[in-house]
């Protein structure tokens, strides 16, 4: 057995490269509930009570953090398949 | 000059002295295998010292009890107090923990060399320790040839052990045969004058052998076969760490402000702890007695007693100096300060690298990251003036509109100026180091240094941008076209809200916070295509603006673009990527320019 097969035996068998996932994985579920929480405040200002200008700039940060959910999600399911893959083998 | 004779001087006196005794050129023997035993663990742990060090310096060391904790255990588990004290020096130049915990950790490190004498008195002298030297070295060697880093940092670990152990048993045979020839113990001398007598010949082996530990181990092999008196003994302990703050100061030479006061405290603690001991010398020899008699260690157990000296004086040390750590701070900032500076009359230097840093690739990579900060904020303070802007309406919560109102001085500042005094030497040393520090880096690690060399290029360039821009913001500030005014107010504001929002994400701590400040920044930055929103053209179609201004303005929103795309592209790996948990998904996070469509068509429905 090579160094480099007997390393990544080694990892697999401790589970390091979904150690790394999981830790990636935790930040993103973090930053994801911040972001929705975040929606969630934005979506609930009475927009009749806002200037043109602050519901140009309530619209633009409300499809920022859409945009960043969708992101965010994306890497998580991502993250999410990595693993099924690594458990099956 | 001294330096010239002293090596040629030591040399002769080791050549004269093998001549007429072999016995002599065993102990030095021993000595030089113990001390090339100590370099070999020095390079062993420094293979293991990357990665995940930031973190435990971090958790560990920000209470002073836990610094002084890490200080014992590292030396207790190294060895070495030097190669901790040298690490400390490193960390502290690379902003990585502050003097107070710097201190802390010499503190601990100095109680944590008390193990080696324990070590050596209660295990070394007794059992034959060479039998395990010998596999140790075997082992040790075939693993330094392996590829793998981790495998040669144990085989770096185990040859130094191995010559650790030889090294004490030819210093330990060395003297054993000395006593049959010449008996030391017949040069000893009593009284006060003894006792300084010794305290000089150990500051003089410790500074000539550039390790206290190698004296303290010799003091004890010499000691367990009676070559010198247990009252001698405890003289050369005291000297041995007066001498090992010299070789702290020497090492601190190369190193930044922080270093140099770090080795003062080391300094100040060891000589001030020396005299106490001197004073009080009589109590502490009885204190000794009464803990061995309460340990059980055998009355005429003098290599065992020295080792509780050696604990007990260090330990002393220590608890006098706790109540005082602030203070002794605060005296070495005072006392030890950095060269001064004409404003605007010398250029301004690096604060963070330094030959100290180089250590780990760790430490030079959090150094030129506070370096990169370092530059930033002087780019910061020469772009916001060089927009003829406070630095302080920016940074506050000012409206914008009002902050473009309150110019910073009546004449325009010589960015040139500003650019060569403040931004080009540390960028040039940057760069140097950046150089420097990859030669000992990994792949991973050198690919954070080229985003970080990115990072640094961004800033100048933005620099520059502004400078290019600043002729035009000048030229139509008092314009009597409104027109032109109001679209030169434009770009001032918006690289205002571009300042105030990357001064907010270098400040931050909230991730979601950081990641949507940026995006908005990223969406900002495309009113400045006044050519594909139409801007441009209405100016000219309406004959609002002429010509000249139609070009002056086109190249000055292409600046604008340009310092904006650079100061936030410098902000995603500078502050993302040392910031808690994005430093993690950062990269994945940060949006494209498709992305940015995507927001703008998104917006203008």
């Known amino acids: 057995m090579g160094i480099k097969k007997f390393i990544n035996s080694v990892k697999e068998l401790l589970g390091l490269d979904e150690f790394e996932n999981t830790g990636k994985k935790k930040s993103v579920k973090r930053l994801l509930k911040k972001l929705k929480a975040r929606k969630d405040i934005l979506n609930k200002v009475p927009k009749k009570k806002l200037s043109k200008k602050e519901k140009k700039e309530l619209k633009e940060e409300l499809a920022i953090i859409t945009l960043q959910i969708k992101k965010g999600e994306k890497i998580l399911n991502e993250l999410n398949s990595q693993n099924t893959k690594n458990s099956k083998k | 000059m001294l330096r010239k004779i002293f090596l040629p001087s030591i040399l002769i006196v080791l050549a004269y002295g093998f001549w007429i005794s072999p016995d002599f ?83 601990g490190a100095n109680i944590g060399t008390t193990t080696g004498a324990w070590l050596m008195a209660g295990f070394g002298l007794k059992v034959k320790i060479s039998a395990y030297a010998m596999p140790m070295l075997v082992f040790g060697v075939i693993l330094i040839f392996q590829k793998a880093k981790s495998l040669k940092g144990i085989g770096y670990i185990l040859t130094g052990l191995g010559f650790l152990f030889l090294g004490i048993h030819y210093m330990k045979d060395g003297f054993e045969a000395f006593k049959d020839s010449i008996d030391m113990a017949s040069f000893a001398v009593d009284g006060f004058k003894g006792l300084m007598i010794f305290i000089g010949i150990g500051v003089l082996a410790t500074v000539v052998m550039q390790s206290s530990h190698a004296t303290i181990v010799l003091i004890l092999a010499a000691l367990s076969v009676n070559q010198i008196t247990y009252e001698n003994a405890l003289a050369l302990t005291i000297g041995a760490n007066i001498g090992t703050t010299i070789t702290a100061v020497i090492g601190s030479l190369s190193s930044n402000i922080d270093g140099k006061r770090l080795a003062g405290a080391h300094f ?51 608890l006098i100096f706790i109540p005082f750590v602030d203070k002794l701070v605060h005296f070495l900032q005072r006392t030890i300060k950095p060269g001064k500076k004409k404003d605007g009359e010398e250029f301004e230097g690096v604060k963070y ?64 100026n500003f650019y060569n005094h403040r931004i080009k030497g540390i960028y040039g040393d940057i760069i140097d180091f950046s150089t420097k520090a990859q030669s000992e880096m990994t792949p991973e690690d050198i690919e954070k240094l080229y985003k970080i060399k990115l990072a640094n290029r961004d800033i100048v360039e933005a620099v520059k941008d502004t400078k290019h821009l600043q002729k035009n913001l000048i030229k139509y500030d008092k314009n009597p076209n409104k027109h032109i005014k109001e679209q030169y107010d434009n770009i001032k504001i918006g690289l205002a809200e571009l300042l105030r929002n990357i001064d907010l994400v270098s400040k931050m701590t909230e991730e979601d916070e950081i990641i949507l400040l940026l995006s908005k920044a990223k969406v900002h930055m495309q009113k400045y295509d006044i050519l594909a929103n139409g801007t441009l053209d209405n100016l000219i179609r309406h004959d609002l603006i002429t010509n000249e201004m139609a070009t002056s303005l086109m190249n000055d929103s292409t600046y604008a673009y340009d310092i904006s795309k650079n100061f936030i592209a410098m902000a995603e790996v500078i502050f993302i990527d040392s910031s808690g948990d994005i430093k993690n998904i950062g990269e994945d996070m940060v949006i494209s320019d498709e992305d940015v469509d995507l927001i703008l068509e998104e917006k203008d429905e």
Do not use: C, W
Not at chain 2, 76 to 86: D, E, G, R, T
Not at chain 2, 286 to 308: E, M, P, Q, R, Y
């Open chain 2, 25 to 107: 050129k065993e102990i030095s023997a021993g000595v030089a295998i113990f001390l090339f035993g100590m370099l070999s663990l020095e390079e062993g742990f420094k293979a293991f010292s990357g990665g995940t060090l930031e973190k435990i310096l971090q958790k560990s060391t920000d209470k002073l009890y836990k610094s002084i904790g890490f200080g014992f255990v590292t030396t207790a588990i190294m060895q070495s107090s030097s190669l901790v004290s040298v690490l400390t020096i490193s960390f502290i130049g690379a902003g990585l923990i502050g003097l107070t915990q710097g201190i802390g950790i010499i503190f």
């Open chain 2, 268 to 318: 100040i603690f060891n000589v001030v702890t020396a005299t106490i001991a001197v004073l009080l010398m009589s109590q502490m020899i009885v204190s000794v007695d009464a803990i061995s008699d309460f340990l059980g260690i055998a009355n005429d157990n003098h290599t065992l007693k020295l080792a509780v000296f050696d604990s007990l004086f260090k330990i002393m040390g220590v």
């Open chain 2, 353 to 416: 690298l330094n030959d100290s840093v180089l250590e780990l690739p760790t430490t030079a990579i959090s150094a030129l990251t506070n370096e990169t900060k370092h530059l930033y904020e002087n780019a910061f303070e020469i772009i916001t003036h060089g927009l003829n802007l406070k630095r302080e309406n920016i940074i506050s919560t000012m409206p914008l509109k009002d902050v473009v109102k309150h110019p910073h001085s009546e004449n325009a500042i010589d960015i040139d």
